[in-house]
């Protein structure tokens, strides 16, 4: 099998997962959304230290505590990650899996736009009629909500800036997850124990199997993240981008063919808006990757003497 087709393969096993979320997630009821987010996070700094001690891979710690900003940005990724984890399962446990899809189709345009307010970069034509596009789907969705849709906003935003403390650390996918929950998991823990201190605990109070899928929010966090960095390896960004609107279109269809949730004209309309300027920005990075190409097979002229 070459690269390519592994990495498509990977990649859509990734998304496939994510899209699928919601579906897990349900089975977590009576458990609370905060105690969920706990577990997710105890249980992914198990299962990745695990993994990493397997591989020998432990040492990596030393070298990246080294590296100046390494803690602060770690610090960061790992709040973010958290927020965007907690408003996912509090959109999916307060039956709002549509508008959580919502968010996932709304981030790359949100990473556009914080490419240009934080790193000031230039953008196209085109990016800019995407964003405007954007602009006026979120507006109109704010109409027929009967205010912002605050969690696909919290979702989009809090995953664009995870991303981008990420690139700039570069931590690969299993050393990244582990650190960030590292440093999640004493709030977590203290947490948990306050639960059940107060009798609120669920954890091995409702049944065998519901215990069992809690220990495995771990795995189900981890195995996405380790088959989308095997895909990122292997991809060029136009292949990734495309497979990227798998996991949200899935998340839609859970919300709106499984749990019923409702989809009136207006919202129809403000999502027609989102596709629209994805459509747009995805057309444009795909030109632009092919002028990419084209100009990088260019011959390299020869100096004269």
């Given at each position: ?240 981008g495309m497979i990227q609107y798998l996991a949200p279109i899935l998340q839609l269809a859970c919300g709106v063919l499984i749990f019923h949730e ?44």
């Amino acid at each position: 099998m070459t690269p390519l087709r592994l990495g498509y393969l990977y990649g859509i096993g990734a998304y496939l997962l994510w899209g699928f979320f919601p579906l897990y997630f349900k089975l977590l009821r009576p458990t609370g959304p905060l105690e969920i987010l706990a577990h997710r996070i105890v249980w992914s700094v198990l299962f990745v230290a695990l993994l990493l001690g397997a591989l020998r891979n432990i040492g990596f710690l030393r070298a990246l505590l080294r590296r100046r900003g390494a803690v602060a940005g770690i610090v960061a990724a790992a709040a973010l990650i958290a927020v965007n984890w907690g408003t996912y399962i509090y959109g999916v446990s307060s039956d709002r899996v549509v508008e959580t899809a919502l968010g996932y189709f709304i981030n790359p345009l949100v990473v556009v736009l914080l490419g240009v307010t934080v790193l000031r970069e230039r953008l196209r034509t085109a990016q800019w009629v995407a964003l405007g596009v954007g602009a006026a789907a979120v507006a109109v969705l704010a109409v027929d909500y009967g205010r912002l849709p605050w969690l696909a906003l919290t979702l989009a935003f809090s995953f664009a800036g995870y991303g981008l403390i990420k690139k700039r650390l570069g931590l690969p996918a299993a050393e990244g997850l582990f650190v960030e929950s590292a440093v999640l998991a004493l709030p977590a823990l203290g947490y948990l124990a306050w639960l059940s201190r107060n009798g609120g605990l669920t954890f091995g109070h409702v049944s065998a199997g519901h215990t069992a899928l809690l220990v495995l929010a771990g795995v189900a966090t981890a195995i996405p993240l380790l088959l989308f960095a095997g895909a990122a390896n292997r991809l060029p960004l136009t292949g990734l981008g495309m497979i990227q609107y798998l996991a949200p279109i899935l998340q839609l269809a859970c919300g709106v063919l499984i749990f019923h949730e409702p989809m009136p004209p207006a919202r129809i309309a403000g999502f027609a808006l989102v596709w629209l300027a994805l459509v747009v920005f995805t057309a444009d990075a795909i030109r632009q990757a092919r002028r990419s190409r084209s100009t990088s097979r260019l011959p390299t002229p020869v100096p004269t003497p």
